[in-house]
């Protein structure tokens, strides 16, 4: 399959926490001559997943609203990379200020590429996937000025139960419980 390619500059339409609303001219891989204007979500940061097990095999998971869905949504800790942090530093800071929680071990999930698993009108939303294992309380949340998030521990099986009645239906939680389940596997955990 051919790649359609930028045309030129993109132009911002708009920009509000972190990231831009643009239009971007695209060239058609097969007839240069047609193009079309797409709108696109750029990311101006890159981000790192936290798929967080204690060393009961329980899942740390945050429940946080989603104006996109207008629920409450059961998901992963994450958040962005900051200036001077490489992937790791953030997913472990990450980790330890949604949840108070801090790992024994981190497992990058993919370790040749980052994981581009945005909605497809995002252009640039690449996810660092970290598996966090033997994970212990050390304090209390510190959430940011905007965050509004709980914490809750469910035992592994249970939140595949999750993912299977449709309880969790984010899409980037659900593919960091794939990757995950599959190093757990390569692994030998019991689960």
């Not at 132009?11 to 007839?31: C, M, P, W, Y």
């Not at 509004?148 to 309880?167: A, C, F, K, M």
Request: hydrophobic share 40%; glycine share 6%.
């Amino acid at each position: 399959m051919k790649i359609w390619r930028p045309k030129g500059n993109f132009e911002v339409l708009g920009k509000r926490h972190r990231k831009s609303l643009i239009s971007q001219t695209f060239e058609n891989a097969d007839n240069p001559k047609e193009t079309i204007d797409w709108t696109l979500f750029l990311g101006e940061k890159k981000s790192s997943l936290i798929f967080a097990l204690t060393d009961d095999l329980e899942v740390i998971l945050i429940k946080q609203y989603r104006f996109g869905s207008s629920r409450v949504e059961k998901e992963l800790a994450g958040g962005n990379i900051e200036e001077g942090e490489n992937a790791e530093e953030a997913a472990r800071r990450e980790l330890e200020e949604e949840t108070g929680f801090r790992p024994q071990k981190m497992v990058r999930l993919a370790p040749k590429s980052a994981l581009w698993i945005e909605p497809s009108c995002f252009y640039q939303g690449y996810n660092f996937p970290w598996l966090a294992v033997d994970c212990t309380k050390v304090s209390n949340q510190k959430l940011d000025q905007n965050e509004s998030l709980d914490i809750e521990l469910v035992p592994l099986r249970q939140w595949i139960d999750y993912i299977n009645t449709g309880v969790i239906s984010d899409s980037k939680t659900i593919a960091m419980t794939c990757l995950s389940l599959l190093h757990l596997d390569l692994l030998k955990l019991q689960i």
